[in-house]
């Protein structure tokens, strides 16, 4: 039984965001397989296979904290149930949103972690690009260290899950990590996409594949000032994560399954120049 009311909202949206991430992972796999590749030949697909495990412990982890509530809610919300099982549920949640919090990163972070293998694959041949890739690579190990620290730290000492459930700190770090390892993964490929020989329509469409990680970014300003100011903190930050991991995970999928896409359009064709040109880029 529930201890408040049911925020069906952000439960429903969190498994539909969750649905569709999954939904993206399985086509990039599957298609990789129908191609007659092994997902484990290439890393960004072996790092897109390891996001599904932070993803669905998210969806439980979720499931739990808007069904038991938060120790940061207010007595009067709470159903009356006996208080002792009232307050173990409550802690339970409020421990639950520190789990989810790092899972959330993970997924994220993998998210980043297989658009920069991707890169790997097209670019690390030029030693100039090989050694941008190594430093955004350390980047993102240091960034993701630094949530998870933070995401640990503001919760000392541990039995005051109030202050996790808060964590002011933690959403500005996090936010603020997640735009500035957006950016060089968005401006990383541009170059080499000028000085490819596809038409020039093509090279537009590409700059626009890549550019489209500025809708998480995007998504990253517009919910930290939208949850500060909810009423209901918690639950707005679950749903705009959830609306995040989304995001991420179709950027993350685009420049893949729009190769997949142009390579079956050009077969049924008969193929073409611009098929073994986007191959190419790919590779």
Known sequence: MPLHPIDWRTLITTYICTFLSLTFIAIRLICRRIRGERYWSFHDDIWMGLSVIPLLLRLGLIHVVIFYGTNSLSMEMAW????????????????SVLASRITYTAFLWCMKACIL??????????PKY????RVIGVGLVMSFIGVTLETLLECRPFEIYSRCVKAFGQLITMGVLNIVTDLPLIILPLPLIFKSRLPLLRKVQLCLLFT???AVIIVTVIRIPLILNSAKMQNSRSLWASIEILASCAVANAPILNNFYFEWKNKRQGGSAQMAADD????
């Open 280 to 283: 190419e880029l790919e590779r």
């Open 212 to 214: 489209v990680s500025f």
């Open 80 to 95: 009356p149930l006996e208080e002792e099982e009232s307050m173990d549920r409550r802690i339970l949640g409020s421990k």
């Open 117 to 126: 293998a991707f890169l790997s694959r097209l670019m690390s041949a030029e």
């Open 130 to 133: 090989a050694m941008a890739i």
